[in-house]
């Protein structure tokens, strides 16, 4: 699928949340990729393990996005990398989770309800993450200053 685009049914999901899809290309996973990353959020277990068995020194930064989420409770700091260094600390301290909770499903090809069911959950995970970095300003989010980015 590298090259290709979003199908049709979450496309459609995605332009409904006010987000352009038109420009998004799948891309094969390369290690580099993960060298120099803050944080590295996946869509899924399996994707994270991928990551972290090509970059192991990317362990301490690669959460699925759903994990990270489910951390934001445990987590302490000040700013993003602070952040990201809590919740790696509290990953095996916050107790086990059956092993397809964190994981998004993949919408691919099963329709746009399927699809905006799986949209409205990865935003809830999304804005939780963005809210632990000090990245979302908004009610329950933590309130931290929004830097300035390009």
């Keep these: 699928m590298v090259g290709h685009g979003i199908d049709r049914g979450s496309a459609s999901a995605l332009g409904q949340l006010g987000i352009d899809p ?5 891309q094969q996973f390369q290690p580099w990729m993960a060298a120099d990353a803050d944080l590295i959020l996946t869509a899924e ?3 994270r ?3 972290m068995t090509a970059c192991p020194s990317a362990w301490r930064r690669t959460f699925t996005i759903k994990e990270f989420a489910r951390l934001a409770s445990h987590v302490e700091g000040d700013d993003p990398i602070s952040v990201i260094k809590s919740a790696a600390a ?3 301290l916050v107790g086990g989770v059956p092993l397809d909770e964190d994981d998004v499903v ?3 090809r099963n329709g ?3 699809a905006k069911e799986i949209a409205a959950d990865l935003t809830q995970s999304v804005n939780t993450a963005l809210g632990m970095l000090g990245l979302l300003a908004h009610a329950g989010a ?3 200053p929004v830097p300035y980015a390009h």
């Design 22 to 26: 038109t420009a998004h290309r799948a």
């Design 49 to 51: 393990d991928l990551v």
């Design 112 to 114: 746009i309800n399927h």
């Design 45 to 47: 277990r399996a994707h």
């Design 90 to 92: 509290n990953r095996g």
């Design 142 to 144: 933590r309130r931290r």
């Design 106 to 108: 993949d919408p691919y």
